[in-house]
C-alpha cells in the first residue's frame, strides 16, 4: 500500500500567493483529517471529512483557508492569500472507520511551507 | 480548546538506558495514542489505548491508559539510536478513526551512543 501521499513535499512562495496543498488518502479509507504543525501550537486539526463530506471545520483559522474533497481519492487546502504566519508543515491522514478499537490514522509525510 | 500537558519537553540519555514520559489532560479520553515522529515525516502510531487502566507493550515500549482517562505514560527500556524523535501523546474522543486526535506538544528524545 502506498501510504497517505502529499504533494508537494516543500513550498517557498511569498506572501499574498494563493497556495495548493494536495492528499491522496489510502485506498478505501473513509476518513481524511488536515493537521497543521508548528513549534508554537505543535499539532492541530484544521478540518476533516468523513465520505468527501466536511464534518469539522471549526480549527481551519480564518476565510484565507479552505478544504475540499471533490472524491473520496483526492484533497485539496488552499491558502488564499497566504501571510508569513501560515508557515507550517501541514500533515494529512486517513482512517477507515470500523469496528470500535479500529482505525488508525494514517499520517502522510507533510507539506513544508514557508511564506516569505 | 483541550489541550494535553507533555512532559518533559525533551530528553537526552545514554544508549541503554530506560526512558519514561506523560502526559495529562484536563479532560476525559476514550482513547489515548503514542506517536513517533522522525525528521521530514509524518507521525507513526507506536500504541493505542483504549480502556482505562489498560497497559500495552509494543517490544521495548510500554504504555499505560490511567484509570482517570486522563492521563498516559510511555517508556522505552534499553534505548537505542533510533528510537531518537519527537514523541506525541495524542487524546481521541471515539474508539476508532472517526474523530480526531488532540496532540500534546511533543517529547524530544536524543540517545547517545
Known sequence: DAGVIQSPRHEVTEMGQEVTLRCKPISGHDYLFWYRQTMMRGLELLIYFN????IDDSGMP????SAKMPNASFSTLKIQPSEPRD???????SSLAGQDYEGTQYFGPGTRLLVL | GQQLNQ????????????????????????????YKQ????GPVLLIAL?????????????????????????????SIPSDVGIYFC????????????????????????
Do not use: H
Open chain 2, 38 to 41: 522522525d525528521p521530514g515525516e
Open chain 2, 90 to 113: 495524542a487524546g481521541q474522543m471515539g474508539n476508532s478513526g472517526n474523530t480526531p486526535l488532540v496532540f500534546g506538544k511533543g517529547t524530544r528524545l536524543s540517545v547517545i551512543a
Open chain 1, 87 to 93: 508557515s507550517a508543515v501541514y500533515f494529512c491522514a
Open chain 1, 62 to 65: 480564518e476565510d484565507r483557508f
Open chain 2, 50 to 78: 483504549y480502556k482505562a487502566g489498560e497497559l500495552t507493550s509494543n517490544g521495548r515500549l510500554t504504555a499505560q491508559f490511567g484509570i482517570t482517562r486522563k492521563d498516559s505514560f510511555l517508556n522505552i527500556s534499553a
Open chain 2, 7 to 34: 512532559s518533559p519537553q525533551s530528553m537526552f540519555i545514554q544508549e541503554g538506558e530506560d526512558v519514561s514520559m506523560n502526559c495529562t489532560s484536563s479532560s476525559i479520553f476514550n482513547t489515548w495514542l503514542w
Open chain 1, 51 to 54: 465520505n468527501n463530506v466536511p
